[in-house]
């Protein structure tokens, strides 16, 4: 799957946008999503795993598991973690309350008996009793010194230690050994909501105790660890990161002997899933469409051919109908002979191909995650907050997500919140605070902020016919009739017989202009390039002429009607800067930027289309602020308090005179959100907290700086032998868990040692 970064620094990544290849999957519709009286806005869609009870898996066997690239850290706190580290880490390492199928986080019985806060007043104080089976891999008990050293290291009072970010660390107040040894008693210094959040990956203390194994010790390694596996090697030329059973784990045994991670490029996962290098995978839709095809070519299970479009696609059937195509003519005897072997060896790949695709399962569910259409307002006409709520209610934000989730055969619900998505507890419809599409009440709040048809063609100064000041600027022109009678009448033959020509020639360029770099849309249709100003000298009535039927000097030609229906301002157009990522695996993005593109260009807004390379799309664009419109993904948390508010603080003014915009990259923001948030994470009655949480997203929503669109899809290829792993959608997995229903023959071991 390929990823647009947008790095978060922090345990719970903020995942880059998953920009998922659209296309048409021919694979059945999620079934059990919702029943028919259930209200589709607080319903989730279940995750998609094949699960199956622990005696049903087989005890052995490895597991390769695709990612995008060997992590440069696993210290998961540092601002370069990736997707990959907290994949990995979440086999080696505690979760103390990680996610359930319901965005809820959960207790984990692994690492705790109990927790919970045992006093408020005079200050918050939370007792958590540890398992007494709970050790790391080097024997030692995990207790008190873990997380005192991880506090220390976290709560942002030592520069030396270089975090990502000590959001909830910095309240602690102190940690204390309980009754015993397996009590860890934390005192908070302000209260705080989110404390469930804290303390998941725990880290040992010989990680966090020093800021040298800190900030380089635990970025290629993990010596001490406490998870149902432990790190045997990490090679980084290969591409893997492997893992096998922790023999000192005390909780469920690993169904496992061994855990491969291995990087595999997206572009790459088609290929290696049908090779046999990796078992499971995040995959696009085009190569979900080829596993389904493969399943209908296979019979469905391994069988012959079914019925259907390829279904009777066998080789000898491919050879024949190419032999009749191209074999009959007895003068390309040679040609044909070649042509067929050719023929004969690539349909041998692809029957091979399509024989090892069809033994994966595409299991698919949403992610918890939800891509939004940003709106930069810190300048231009963005920073009005009438354009950019216009530009809101201007959006289909229903065909926008049936256009990627349909075809999917995944439900195409629009959120209805930036901060929880349906079925988590929180989660609750704030975007009526907006308003419903109307495209008519888009065009009033234009209006009102000044945009109207034709703006463009006139400016706040003096621009009266045969004014001064056009004549100032433009100069005399001469009059019609003298420019006819001084033109050659060869050069006007010549233009028009290119006339055809030229307009063939530039739409092609347009076409050609629009598949890399930059075009404007609104700019370039027919019609749309004016006449006028060429003012003309002439009179009311000339020898020979009738009345009227000369314009008075300096009178400009008529705009055409599509010119006269863009929106502007002062003489300036309305149009807006929409950056888009052009890397393979950006079409869905892509696809969704052109519908969003026709939105705005159906009432008069024009649109400047960048397209830009994958690597450079977050960094030098959306954190730059160098953009008006773009694309990209947050995920839901189960603590949208605390990771909510850098994403919607308001930004504050640098020393520079730069702004500070944590993770606010529409740098939208106010004072009163910021104050919903700051009160809602103090809040430590969880109904109390969560009514706050919404009226801070109703104030988002009316901002409109962020419009969420559509949850993303989350597409996994899985061996169909292969329980308990696929498309986890909220839930956490359960690594002890994982294995094969049938016993897999033991392949040499990953990093070539017996």
Known sequence: MSHVGVPR??????????????????????????????????????QDIAPASRDRVADGSTLNWAIDAVPSTLNAFQADADGATTRITGALLPSLFPMDAKGEPRLNPDYLESAKVIEREPKQVVLYKLNQQAVWSDGREIGAPDFVAQWRALSGKDSAFWTARNAGYERIEKIERGKDDLQVRVTFSKPYADWRSLFSPLYPKE?????????????????????????????????????????????????????????VEPGRRTDALAEGTVDVADIDPATANSIALAARYRGGNGGPPAHGPGAGITP??????????????????????????????????????????????????????????????ESGPLSDDRVRRAIARTLDRQELADAVLKPLGLPAKPPGSHLALAGQPGYKDGSGALGERDTKEAQALLADAGWTPGGALRSTRDTKAGSEAEKKDEGEKPAAGEKAADEDKDEKAEKAGKKDEKAEDTEKDDKASREEGEYTVGDDKPGSRSSGGSGVTAQDKQPGGVAGAYAPVGT????????????GKDGKPLSLRFVLPSGPGSQSLRTVGEKIVAMLDSIGISTQVTKVADDSYFKDHIASGDYDLALYSWPATAYPATDGRPIFAKPEPATDGSLLVAQNYTRVGSDHIDQLFDRAVAELDADASRDLLKQADARIWAAAGSIPLY????????????????????????????????RQAAGPPANGKK
Do not use: M
């Open 207 to 263: 990680v966090t105790g020093s800021p040298g194994t800190f900030n380089d010790g635990a970025r290629t390694t993990l010596r001490n660890t406490a998870g149902p596996f432990r790190l045997r090697s990490v090679n980084k030329p290969k591409g893997t990161v492997v893992l096998d059973r922790n023999p000192r784990w005390w909780g469920d045994e690993a169904r496992l002997d061994s855990l491969v991670f291995r990087a």
């Open 711 to 742: 949850q993303r899809p989350q597409l996994v290829a899985v061996d169909k032998k292969l329980a308990n792993i696929g498309a986890f959608g909220f839930a956490a997995p359960r690594y002890q868990d994982i294995g094969f229903t049938a």
């Open 9 to 46: 620094g922090t345990a719970r990544k903020r995942r880059s946008v998953a920009l998922l290849a659209t296309g048409v999957l021919t694979i059945p519709v999620l079934a059990g999503c919702t029943s028919d009286g259930e209200d589709p806005t607080s319903v989730a869609v279940p």
């Open 316 to 377: 000898a059937a491919a050879l024949r109908s190419w032999a009749l195509a191209h074999g009959s003519d007895e003068e390309a005897a040679e040609t044909a002979r070649a042509a067929r072997e050719e023929t004969r060896e690539a349909v041998a790949v692809y029957a091979a191909e399509q024989k090892s695709l069809s033994g994966f399962a595409v299991r698919k569910s949403l992610e918890p995650s939800y891509t939004q259409l940003a709106l930069n307002g």
């Open 556 to 567: 400009a030609a008529p705009a055409p009607a599509a010119v006269r229906s863009r929106l």
